[in-house]
């Protein structure tokens, strides 16, 4: 990690492990901020819990959505034992997209139950690929293959882009250039193409007036 310490994968580490890695630093630079706004902290010790006691869901999607609400949570995203906490956009099922990839990845093969078939048209939708490349798509088990890897690609790279723009953005607006960090979240909008990504970063902007 010191070698390399903005490319953890070098070190061992999977390209996903890689990315937990490098939004732990990430989470801990922001808690030793002495100026954090106190919901965006919650969000924070939300998602801290949400991995260490193992909450079902995507700890990271669902940390995301808190920050884009400014600390508004609801939904199903649930910890042990204990009624929400922490959620993520009802619209979208991106966990279940992570876990069938995982499995598919490590070398199981893809089902095309209606239940799969399902899911990847739901996924395609949520990360813009269109419903007739699709529909054509999921006939198939090699085409389903990948328009699954696609699904979980755009929705990993879209995190990643979203957030690292956000944080240079926040960085800027909070050394006085809200030009600067309104151009960086401008500049994304115009390249992203997933609704709710969209959604967190016209948040963002909002949030400059």
């Not at 095309?112 to 529909?135: F, G």
């Amino acid at each position: 990690m010191k070698t390399h310490p903005r490319a953890p994968e070098r070190c061992g580490a999977t390209k996903q492990e890689a990315e937990e890695i490098l939004f732990a630093v990430t989470v801990a630079m922001e808690l030793a901020k002495p100026d954090l706004p106190e919901w965006k902290r919650a969000c924070i010790n939300n998602y801290v819990r949400c991995k260490e006691e193992a909450w079902s869901g995507s700890c990271y999607d669902c940390f995301r959505h808190c920050e884009g609400q400014q600390g508004e949570v609801g939904g199903q995203q649930v910890p042990p034992q204990e009624e929400g906490t922490l959620s993520m956009a009802e619209d979208v099922d991106w966990e279940e997209v992570r876990r069938l990839a995982a499995r598919v990845e490590a070398g199981e093969a893809l089902t095309l139950t209606s239940d799969v078939r399902e899911l990847l048209l739901r996924a395609a939708r949520q990360v813009a690929i269109p419903d007739a490349d699709a529909l054509v798509a999921v006939n198939d088990v090699a085409t389903a293959t990948t328009l699954l890897r696609e699904a979980r690609a755009r929705i990993r790279e879209g995190s990643i882009r979203l957030s690292r723009t956000r944080l240079r953005a926040d960085d800027l607006a909070r050394n006085g250039d809200v030009a600067g960090a309104r151009k960086l979240l401008e500049d994304l909008l115009a390249v992203e193409e997933i609704p709710l990504y969209r959604e967190l970063a016209e948040i963002e902007l909002e949030g400059l007036d």
